[in-house]
């Protein structure tokens, strides 16, 4: 994208040069003087109409995995508000993200040129701020409204969308209907759903209440129903450029390796599964919602494989490990919750995995290297830089 508006200006600077050489023939050095004031304020307009044209908003709605802190605003036991989470932020003050660091919503925002956005709940999401997007994800949702009821008070992805409809109400006082309408509309949207829905409620006991009404395939084709109304209810909200993630390697993060006590490391075969029935139904279904719209609204990221890579061979990616969490306790580090009592490794960019389920920053800094310039391996139909380049043309 940077190249095209390099050549855009280059093509304008020769022209200008052209222009300079016609007046220097033509007029007295007055009109000179007039033509090249003139070429220079058009310059100026055309740069600043470009820059304002690339100013996006960025929503983000989801789980823990893409949560900047929502959380810490509510009474619930799903929050990473104490040390040591935010270890290695700029404040190295925990902020409620589930990271040592920056998260991929961070990390998106800042390779894009992006302000990082605020969470919905916190009082600095005010004025001006609200043109830069908003975070509504909330650690322990889901899908389903029941998956993660153990944690109380957490923002359910319907609940989600009511805030975001708030966000606009917002908005439009703010700058008045037409132009909310154009921010949403021209806005980058990232949704990270489906992973609670099988570790916090199908998986969470043996004989689960969803376990006892669903054979897994059963479920896994209940769920992508769902999640097809979700997305629906997104761009029915004005979503029009959505990144869908799908779930990550479940049977291979340091709690469910603890969880059930993996001799040597292998990944949990039946985690295993439900994500590889998961995700290729996830593929199938935003193509079909696609093509209803006519238009690739809904983008596929392939979070197994972009997490696959580093866990199946961490030392290529410059990790010591993949199964043991730097924060935690127990085997693989994997039991409980990061705390400032746990266990704590004093590099985190050699691991995997920052806290029992969750990437450190470095291990999210190669996932979203795949979302911005992955192959469609990893970014279906196309991936971020591509989305930004063609959006750019319109």
Known sequence: MHLRIIKKYIT???????????????????????????????????????AQQHTRAFFVFGDSLVDSGNNDFLATTARADAPPYGIDYPTHRPTGRFSNGLNIP???SLDLGLEPTLPYLSPLLVGEKLLVGANFASAGIGILNDTGFQFLH??????????????QKRLSAHIGSEGARRVVNGALV???LGGNDFVNNYYLVPYSARSRQFSLPDYVHYLISEYRKVLRKLYDLGGRRVLVTGTGPMGCVPAELALRRSTNGDCDVELQRAANLFNPQLVQMINGLNQELGSNVFIAANAYQMHMDFVSNPRAYGFVTSKIACCGQGPYNGI????PTSNLCPNRDLYAFWDPFHPSERA???????????????????????????????
Do not use: W
């Open 12 to 50: 304008l600077d020769t022209h200008t040069h052209t222009l300079i050489h016609k007046y220097k023939a033509m007029a007295s050095s007055y009109v000179f003087g007039v033509a090249i004031s003139i070429v220079v304020v058009a310059l100026c307009s055309s740069s600043a109409a470009s």
């Open 106 to 108: 961070d990390l998106i």
């Open 154 to 167: 957490i923002i359910h992805i319907q609940k989600q969308f009511k805030l975001f409809k708030d966000y």
């Open 190 to 192: 990232l949704i990270t």
């Open 336 to 339: 409980g919750l990061c705390t």
């Open 364 to 394: 999210s800094r190669i996932i979203v290297q795949q979302i911005l310039r992955g192959s469609t391996e990893y970014m279906h139909p196309m991936n971020l830089t591509t989305i930004m380049a063609l959006d750019s043309m319109t």
